[in-house]
């Protein structure tokens, strides 16, 4: 299996996330700030993970936190793994939703 494509498929829609969630300019205002502003950015620094939760919409804040944990996984070696079974998870359903943490066998039964 190709992890690093699927790292390069979590960063990306990561990255997605958090530009909707506003972080990118956040983080380009206090980099254009430099110094001035530099007390600001520190306190900012500390908190901007509640930050970005709290400009979440729920369902995406849920999929970010999905994301670094698929990220840990492939840190650990233990990409596409279902998180109930362990087993293998296919890679058609890998591609579609690559922060997956559960087979669709396992998806299957947590819905009936
Ligand atoms: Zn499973």
Same mark, same amino acid.
Request: a neutral charge.
């Given at each position: 299996? @190709?992890?690093?494509?699927?790292?390069? +498929?979590?960063?990306?829609? !990561?990255?997605?996330?958090?530009?909707?969630?506003?972080? @990118?300019?956040? $983080?380009?205002?206090?980099?254009?700030?430099?110094?001035? %502003?530099?007390?600001? +950015?520190? $306190?900012?620094?500390?908190?901007?993970?509640?930050?970005?939760?709290?400009?979440?919409?729920?369902?995406?804040?849920?999929?970010?936190?999905?994301?670094?944990?698929?990220?840990?996984?492939?840190?650990?070696?233990?990409?596409?793994?279902?998180?109930?079974?362990?087993?293998?998870?296919?890679?058609? !359903?890998? @591609? +579609?939703?690559?922060?997956? !943490?559960?087979?669709?066998?396992?998806?299957?039964? %947590?819905? +009936?």
């Amino acid at each position: 299996m @190709n992890v690093s494509h699927y790292k390069d +498929a979590l960063l990306k829609k !990561r990255a997605e996330l958090v530009d909707t969630a506003g972080l @990118n300019s956040l $983080q380009n205002s206090m980099e254009h700030n430099n110094g001035r %502003q530099g007390d600001m +950015a520190d $306190q900012a620094s500390g908190n901007n993970e509640v930050h970005i939760q709290l400009r979440l919409k729920q369902t995406d804040a849920k999929i970010l936190q999905a994301i670094d944990e698929a990220l840990m996984r492939i840190e650990k070696g233990a990409f596409g793994l279902c998180r109930d079974c362990g087993e293998p998870i296919a890679e058609a !359903r890998l @591609n +579609a939703i690559p922060w997956t !943490r559960v087979c669709i066998t396992c998806k299957e039964k %947590q819905k +009936a």
